[in-house]
């Protein structure tokens, strides 16, 4: 097909770039990136006008409103995506880092050093700040990369793109580094993913039956930035107070994002203290409250919540809430409809809250603080790719270090194996 082969030759071209870029210091990615950041302030106008045809286009096709909240280009996000291109120029070059370092007794002298995966595929819907925080943090650790950003917000994605893309070639990185693809069929994603003679890695953010159905097929290694259907559990030794602001935080502070709040585990000896206040305040944010049968008879009037409740990842003003026994049904609630993303505990019991924190299997465990905290910005790493909620070489967060492989690289003196 025709559309494929853009794919192709966008990633062969990121591939022939790769090459060239490995070899370029760190001075010049990092004089690239101010570069790209003053170019991205200057044509703030030129990304709004784009954008503002992409929202229009989203009005009439009925996107939800999470998802219109992500597409939206103020000014202010704007000029935060040059900010954090500039940060990502603050943060520490991994590239050539000597991760070990010994010596043979034959002389030979091995090191372990970090050097660029290569060709990073991104797919991601929604959020066009994401192509430049992306193309920012590939470029910085050495790497060309392949975007392919959703369909809603292409008109977007093609300015951002172009212009960062030529500030860089302008301030000495290659032709070809990044490499947008304007194709919006679905198939275009499946041929990007088993690219595997171009792409090295392919980092899939978005819905989670697209991330199956890609992952299931491709060929090239996928790192997944899967729903993030995030809890947090309230003990039955919490400061009430404490936990009212920890949970309203966790929901309403952003909703539509992966790492809010979607369901509320209360223990049934505070739930007559917390919930009452918690979901009035919530509700006059404009929450909708959906509850279990103890929830229900404890603040009546909210609505009944389902089975399916339990597994949905809202992105919206809804939370389900459900009283627990105890600390075991929690936990054995999270491993049943959690996604592995992040899940807090609110509880003065520390004992209590060390059995939490070992046994949930989530990428990000919180003690008495909200989840929203989970981003590569809140832990200190600069701006993030996205966050890996699978268990590989990167989980949680993905910074720079998580886009390096490695290399051996090998001294001798004339030896020869015997």
């Not at 880092?97 to 034959?106: D, K, Q, S």
């Amino acid at each position: 097909m025709n559309f494929l082969r853009e794919v192709v030759d966008v990633a062969r071209y990121a591939k022939e770039a790769s090459r060239k870029l490995a070899n370029i210091g760190g001075d010049v990615r990092n004089r690239a990136l101010m570069s790209m950041a003053d170019a991205v302030e200057k044509n703030i106008s030129r990304i709004k006008d784009k954008n503002k045809i992409d929202m229009k286009i989203a009005g009439r096709t009925g996107l939800s409103k999470a998802l219109i909240d992500r597409l939206e280009l103020s000014e202010k996000r704007i000029k935060s995506m040059a900010c954090g291109l500039r940060d990502i120029t603050k943060l520490p070059d991994p590239i050539g880092e000597v991760i070990e370092e010994h010596t043979r007794p034959n002389g030979l002298i091995i090191k372990k050093t970090r050097v660029p995966m290569g060709v990073i595929g991104i797919v991601y819907e929604s959020r066009p700040n994401v192509t430049g925080d992306s193309a920012g943090l590939c470029l910085k650790s050495g790497n060309a990369v392949v975007l392919r950003g959703g369909s809603e917000a292409l008109n977007s994605n093609m300015a951002i793109a172009s212009i960062i893309k030529k500030a860089a070639c302008k301030a000495g990185i290659p032709e070809g580094w990044l490499g947008l693809i304007s194709v919006t069929d679905r198939e275009a994603v499946t041929g990007m993913s088993r690219l595997d003679q171009f792409i090295d890695m392919i980092i899939l953010r978005g819905g989670e039956k697209m991330i199956k159905n890609i992952a299931k097929n491709a060929t090239v290694p996928v790192m997944k930035h899967g729903k993030g259907l995030c809890h947090t559990y309230v003990d039955a030794s919490a400061d009430a107070e404490k936990a009212a602001r920890i949970c309203f935080n966790a929901k309403v502070q952003r909703p539509g994002v992966c790492n809010a709040m979607e369901t509320l585990l209360v223990h049934k000896d505070i739930a007559g203290k917390l919930l009452p206040g918690l979901i009035k305040k919530l509700q006059d944010a404009g929450v909708e409250v959906r509850g279990d049968d103890g929830t229900m008879a404890i603040v009546p009037g909210i609505k009944q919540a389902v089975e399916e409740d339990w597994s949905t990842e809202y992105l919206g003003l809804i939370l389900s809430v459900k009283i627990v026994d105890g600390l075991e049904e929690a936990v054995n609630h999270i491993a049943s409809y959690g996604s592995g993303h992040s899940d807090a505990i609110v509880s003065e019991d520390r004992d209590k809250a060390e059995e939490f924190l070992g046994m949930v299997d989530s990428a990000a465990v919180y003690w008495n603080a909200s989840t929203r905290f989970t981003d590569g910005g809140q832990f200190g790493m600069g701006a993030e790719i996205g966050i890996s909620t699978q268990k590989s070489h990167a989980r949680g967060p993905m910074g720079l270090r998580d886009l390096t492989s490695v290399k051996y690289v090998i001294y001798g003196d004339g030896q020869i194996r015997e």
